[in-house]
């Protein structure tokens, strides 16, 4: 008994450890539950310190929250407390694909209209995104450079950030001048207007 008891035990923690170095070191108190952890079990290894509680129903092992980590790390934790319903965007999907000056003090984030969290760190932007406009990263999704510059340019964020992450793009080579303009018209006047004029400036 003693000896299944230890092997269940120890499958528990090589599923935990699998699924959580998927996502930087963090899970849910609900993936916890699925490879066997119960309510209580949380609550020990929270209290040893085991696990790290970073917000409620979320955790990090204390491996991945000793380590430096990677600069992308805390938008896996904003996908979780979004139960995957969040989309990294506008500046911080900028900053993801380095493209420009983006370095937004608050993290954002776009959810379908129907979402009701709030989150103090973050602002949150509505829409129905289409596939083409999202990018998969080793845990959380981003916005393709293509939408993240629209979005940010609809929004009418700083013309100097547009006009850098637009300069950067045309200079990968990744898109062309005409496909930015038509992305910008997808998304109304402001977009056109901010792309337009990072356009004319990227002419200079």
Do not use: C
């Not at 129903?57 to 904003?78: I, K, Q, S, T």
């Amino acid at each position: 008994m003693l000896i299944h008891r230890t092997a269940a035990k120890h499958r528990r923690h090589d599923l935990l450890w699998e699924l959580a170095a998927r996502q930087s070191g963090y899970f849910t108190a609900a993936q916890a539950v699925k490879v066997g952890y119960s309510h209580q079990a949380q609550h020990f290894h929270v209290r040893s310190g085991n696990w790290v509680r970073i917000d409620r129903g979320l955790y990090r092992l204390r491996e991945f929250a000793m380590l430096p980590g990677d600069e992308h790390d805390h938008f896996v934790r904003w996908w979780l407390w979004s139960r995957g319903r969040a989309v990294v965007s506008h500046a911080s999907a900028l900053a993801v694909h380095d493209l420009g000056i983006a370095n937004p003090e608050k993290i954002h984030l776009t959810v379908d209209p129907g979402f009701r969290q709030r989150g103090e760190a973050v602002v949150l932007h509505r829409a129905e995104l289409l596939p083409e406009d999202i990018e998969d990263r080793e845990g959380f999704k981003v916005t393709t450079p293509l939408r993240a510059i629209t979005e940010s340019a609809a929004e009418a964020l700083d013309q100097d950030l547009i006009d850098s992450a637009v300069a950067e793009l045309l200079d990968r080579g990744e898109v062309t001048r005409g496909q930015l303009a038509r992305a910008a018209q997808r998304l109304g006047s402001r977009a056109e207007l901010g792309v337009e004029r990072a356009l004319r400036t990227a002419w200079t």
